[in-house]
Structure formats: structure tokens, C-alpha cells
């Protein structure tokens, strides 16, 4: 079994800063990539940023320039460092990570809990 436990949400107000973190463990043979996805109420689940096992970022349109994704692969962890936060940017973050667990051989997807952040003007 997988578990990826986020950490780091919470309140801030508008230009303001968040770091979250999301760390992995369980039976993991190999994570490919990991990343952040965002939902806000009555919007569908949208990519915030992710990075593979090799380095490679990929970012939202809406959150390019300011957010910046990072990785410890020795620790299984991904974190999201958010700076000049909006208002829009409110929304449930959910991590993923693209792995592989001990005893199979197939890639397989799995989400966290999710973790609220509120950008108050």
C-alpha cells in the first residue's frame, strides 16, 4: 500500500507565500513523476506543476513564474513553493505520483489527501 501524506496549507493573504510538501512511502520499487494538482469549488481538477525523477518540470499556464516544484528523491518527497498568491490560486491541492510498487511491474497513479489553500484578499 501507498500512502502520500501533504503537508504545508493553510491561510494567506493576497502576494503572500506557502510551501507544501508531499511525501511518499509505502512498498515504492520506483516514483516517476510526482507533482501538485489543484480544485477549486464547482472547477475541475487542474495541473499546478510536476517533475520527473530526472529533474523535468512541467507547470500550469496560470501559476508559471511564480510557483517553483522540487523534488527529494531519497526521501520520496515533492514540495511546491507558492509565492505572489491570488485569490484564484484557492483551492484543494492534491498530490500525485506516478510509481511503481514492490511485487508488480506496471505504473500506477495515486493522489493524496488533498490540503486547502485560501488566498484571502
Known amino acids: 500500500q501507498v500512502q502520500l501524506v501533504e503537508s504545508g496549507g493553510g491561510l494567506v493573504q493576497l502576494g503572500g507565500s506557502l510551501r507544501l510538501s508531499c511525501a511518499a512511502s509505502?512498498?515504492?520499487?520506483?516514483?516517476?513523476?510526482m507533482g501538485w494538482y489543484r480544485q477549486a469549488p464547482g472547477n475541475q481538477r487542474e495541473l499546478v506543476a510536476t517533475?520527473?525523477?530526472?529533474?523535468?518540470?512541467n507547470y500550469g499556464d496560470s501559476v508559471k513564474g511564480r510557483f517553483t516544484v522540487s523534488r527529494d528523491n531519497a526521501k520520496n518527497t515533492v514540495y511546491l513553493q507558492m509565492n505572489s498568491l491570488k485569490p484564484e490560486d484557492t483551492a484543494v491541492y492534491y498530490c500525485?505520483?506516478?510509481?511503481?510498487?514492490?511485487?508488480?511491474?506496471?505504473?500506477?497513479?495515486?493522489w493524496g489527501q488533498g490540503t486547502q489553500v485560501t488566498v484571502s484578499s
Open positions: 517533475i520527473t525523477s530526472g529533474g523535468k518540470t
Open positions: 509505502g512498498s515504492i520499487l520506483a516514483i516517476n513523476s
Open positions: 500525485n505520483a506516478r510509481l511503481i510498487l514492490g511485487g508488480k511491474n506496471y505504473w500506477e497513479n495515486y
